[in-house]
């Protein structure tokens, strides 16, 4: 899926997009659709039983599929017609019955984010927890807050790490609102060959499924594929933005933080390189890309020549590499090493020279401890820690 | 803010997003500021009032402001200076006291997206209640449904535009569900000039605008911004779908619908160009660029250098380009004329052919009319018509 | 064209591409057009004279044409008109005799675009000299070279000035390269109207406008919009990535360059924001996001239904915001302090840990001079200033 | 790299751009330094005999390299101590000597872009050739041309092939100029290690690997990352295009071409799904995506801390899928029906109607043989295939 994948993309994230992945879920889809037109009187049951059977992934060969999908334009073709040879005669009618290709690999996408979403749901959660811990043991660390990378009046860490916690909470609520809906509407979304009986076939697949029932076949109205790729690239962003943060603070003249392992050299001993952010960033541009196409939804009629077809991979991409910047800041952050002391000593005269010159115009005095300056710092803090022990 | 404007996008979108507008709305939060730090008794009334009485836009050149803006990376300087300057040496002081020019800039872009969606959404319910009629009209009109552009089988002209107007009330509702918040926080985030009372003023100074809350300031989080533009594209996007299709079935050789005013030509007069759906798709296109820079959050620590000063123009071009996109296919829409019996002279003998032969190996009699093959259409047209209904 | 844009772009490159130079381009071409079918015969001199003397902007009223162009889908067809008006009906026939819409449009475009790169190329020389300065000066100023924004090893700022100054002369080459072709191919691309002169015409109207012949008409070829895109991104980029370097090396705790007129504040006089080099990035990023959709070439048959229409306002956006980045990086290397005791006094000791091992594992000396261990930085810097003399 | 690899990318190319091409392309660029480090005396012939010696893949597992380069933040640094353990104590010092990572990394990748380009060199000939063909063969074959997808006036189909092959010519030209640098600068680009010796080894560096000897090293000037993939864009935009057209023509409404294995369908045997073409549209888009983060060059300083690692996949997928598009509509074209009787039956009288009006105005007679109105449509072709001739 993506170039030196297991050093961008855990395991797990890698499995879940993988052709086989697709292969499983294009077969769960069949046998799904089986399940439901016997439950609906519409297949009798010996050829449910019969599908089921035969939709064990490993008695097909996914290269094949995929190279005899050249000339069908999907794999889905080529699938259901030796599913159809291995059912048999007798029942082999039914498989497949009423559906197009793209009902198939457009619920076996939903299978697939489903399963990546709940992997990415842990990994924020995490990550959240993590950011959480930092922002509490920093309620009362100042350090320099900046804008255009210049140090300008102070603020705490438990403040950085709670606009990270807050992102990180949002990005997950985002992904856990996500409607991810079956698809089901035969050649042109009218389910013809199911009679009066479609809405009820409909229904009954998106529960074999645990998927949404959506209200209409959503063929070309892409809006669940692009719903979930701006969420990806959501939860990419966060991880991302605390990844830039990292990368910002852990420079050798600020040295605020390191990862606790960080890519070091046995030549350059000073280097602490933050390889983890640094990977963070690099995945969430994978999925930033992968997110234009998926939200481009010019699919012409009742199905695209071409932008559908795209979706496959750019979609397994953004799975995969959300899940890569989304494992890789957890990582980071469960290693963080905050310099409180170097925080303080970073911090230069300048930086309350606003507040001196506010206090003056006021009549004040103006003492010397960042600690007094700090504001809603310390509320915001809560605010966000509040949030987060609601979330769980 | 675009070329050729007024041939894009209707004037009060233009005006929405015009410099002016941006002046406006600037002055609006400096004076909502003002009126919600006396409010919280941290500034005397009369500040507020004389900040007030100074908030007028004819008292400020923008271009002016522009160029001054030019070494210090944004306009709120220069016009904060302005204010102060003609507030006078008495209450200059609170003149923008405690805030940074993001949190002006911010809530004034949020000012500006506000009157945008409520544009937006007087076109989507319009362009929404064309489709309504469309889908009701149509419901009995048969046409060849096309995959890969092929004719595949019969559907109806009511389901396609019941099509459109789910996904024209999908956009309109992820619209109205914007959170479009103020933004407070001061120079570091930490409302910091507001000693204890920064939670008050925020809530106030939000109530003022009223503009939602935000639970911590958002100068480096961007996701109201990223989520914005993601919503506009999704209208944008859903307008282009629509203006796909209408160019494709309004070909010469398909003539299934055409615009009522085609932009037609003196010597051509066999033309009858989509020229609203075209220019919904071109509008489309500029909305979707534009998305790609707004949904990248690389902000870095507590404010950006560079990327935040990258967002208004985008920001203005989306918002601006959403409302060409939707103006012109609620025309389009509005005007369309659907070419019933061409409908049903376009279908080929082929478009029956997967239901004879469904039929044949059921052992029942097919017959030839596309009427008997539509399944779920109607059906499905019901669930959105409701959907619709409801939505009013 | 763009929101706050004296902030970001200056005058010339403003009214380049505003409103009023595409109409003043527009009748560039059709007077040129005029002029082409005297001197090939097809049309009486007398009609050329005719229409060059009303080619004069100030009769047109562009918010008007751009009006009557929304249900043209253009402002050609109603300037045309407007123009055959002020002709006459002896020579109004005469008026875009044998053209398109599209061949008006597209070589106003190439004007535009000549004039932009004009402007840019003495930009970038500028700011090409401008580095150069800096590389031949500091060619012995050592300074830490960063890696994942780590110090790594020495490097000198001339050497960084030098690969900074090659982007730049890449950049301002790769636009001098650029074929900016003539459109004229009328309403099919066959030139139709002007039987077998056509090719004459073409060569003719080409040379008139000064621009390149082009081998086809390119109404949906648009490798010539394409390439403009990808070389005024390219420029935007070079100057972005100064930007980066200088918003690095520009921050408090490193403080090795800053802006001559950085952008103060009253109140936090220790901010010496790098606003050039911010604004430079901003630019960039909205040449970049145009770029994406001006390289996407997905134009249907002889001329498209919305992506050629959205390229007018993604052009001028690029042209203008390109000029905006060049010119604010030009700035900022012009005022560029070097702060080259800070460069030494901030290289930490580890930064020689790599050389000493070196020197170690040789049985050789390692001494403490980083001026020891610059390798070819000084040839690589002569490089540079080699091919920055050619280029002038 | 994608999804259903074979569908779409045929194995040449998946195998140019996988984990084993870039492990091979890595240990060739170790071999090569070490053999350009002993030709210029500054490693023992003894250790590039030993390095060249153990630089064969089979020794090496991938997948351990990607896990372990997960700590290090690449796959290099995991891969030189592997290859530095089994050179062994005498002359492992002399593995990888005075470069860095990113030196392998980026030299490798050139190889794989420059063993890609070859294969779509040979891609792009083909797809030319049959282009050339077409347009010979069609020279005199009429159809309608469209705008706006409207019958506009007569064009031929040997001038639509013609404006295809020019496509195609471009960008073969284009990707046969692109530069190919090799890269090698140490870790902080001084070649520091080689002390007066550097400019000799980068020149023989690159001409071990036959890639060309940059000016400087380019570890952050990311032109020639950029403009490959702006390469690659455009020779998938060709494709796409060409894709786009065929699929509109091959609609069933216009008949006018056919794939020749047009992916059917035993139930809808009316349907000829132009299977390639919508396969070159999809990879175009997989292209333009990664186009878009490959041309975007912020990085910093001396080394990126993410933008770099994010190349990897994108590139490896632009490369891959760019041989998708081109194959795929190589595959379309030679098997390209063309419907002559068709296109002539589908011309419409309006079609004339601007030439007959011409003809009135001038007081000729207008005949109903659209060939008489061609104008230039022939020498156009002529003058593409001149071009495609001078080109092999």
């Not at 994230?13 to 052709?19: A, N, P, T």
């Not at 035969?54 to 060969?61: G, I």
């Not at 890789?328 to 925080?343: D, F, T």
Request: a negative charge; charged letters at 20%.
């Amino acid at each position: 899926m993506t170039t030196f994948g297991p050093l961008f993309v855990p395991a797990p994230f890698r499995d879940g997009v993988s052709d086989a992945a697709w292969l499983d879920a294009m077969l769960r889809v069949e046998r799904a659709l089986a399940s439901a037109l016997t439950k609906t009187g519409i297949v009798p049951a010996s050829a449910a039983a019969a599908v089921a059977e035969r939709c064990d992934p490993s008695l097909y060969d996914m290269n094949e599929l995929c190279e005899a999908g050249r000339s069908t334009g999907n794999p889905v073709e080529p699938l259901v017609r030796a599913l159809r040879a291995r059912v048999g005669a007798g029942d082999a009618r039914y498989v497949h019955y009423g559906a197009t290709s793209q009902d198939v690999l457009d619920s076996a996408a939903m299978l697939l984010a489903r399963g990546i979403r709940s992997l990415l749901d842990t990994e924020l959660a995490s990550a959240a927890a993590a950011c959480a811990r930092l922002a509490e043991e920093h309620r009362a660390t100042p350090m320099a807050a900046r804008t255009l990378l210049q140090q300008a009046v102070p603020t705490t860490f438990g403040l950085k790490a709670a606009a990270w916690l807050l992102a990180l909470l949002d990005a997950r609520a985002r992904l856990a609102r996500l409607e991810l809906p079956a698809q089901l509407g035969g050649a042109a979304g009218t389910l013809a060959s199911y009679g009066e009986r479609g809405l009820d076939v409909l229904r009954q697949f998106a529960a074999e499924l645990e998927l949404q029932e959506p209200l209409l076949p959503w063929h070309t109205d892409r809006s669940p594929v692009a719903q979930l790729a701006a969420a990806l690239d959501a939860a990419a962003d966060a991880a991302a933005k605390i990844g830039l943060d990292v990368v910002l603070l852990a420079q050798t003249e600020v040295a605020e933080v390191s990862e606790r392992d960080g890519g070091g050299s046995s030549t350059m001993p000073q280097k602490q390189n933050p390889v983890r952010a640094a990977l963070a960033r690099a995945c969430a541009r994978g999925v930033h890309a992968q997110a234009s196409l998926l939200t481009s939804g010019d699919h012409e009629l009742e199905r695209a020549a071409g932008a559908w077809q795209a979706e496959w991979n750019a979609l397994s991409s953004a799975l995969a590499l959300a899940g890569g910047a989304v494992t890789a800041i957890r990582e980071c952050l469960e290693g963080l090493q905050v310099h409180a002391k170097r925080m303080r000593a970073n911090m230069t005269d300048g930086l309350l020279a606003e507040h001196r010159a506010f206090a003056e115009r006021e009549g004040r005095e103006a003492g010397d401890d960042p600690m007094a300056y700090l504001g809603s710092a310390d509320a915001f803090v809560e605010r966000a820690l509040t949030r987060f022990r609601e979330s769980r």
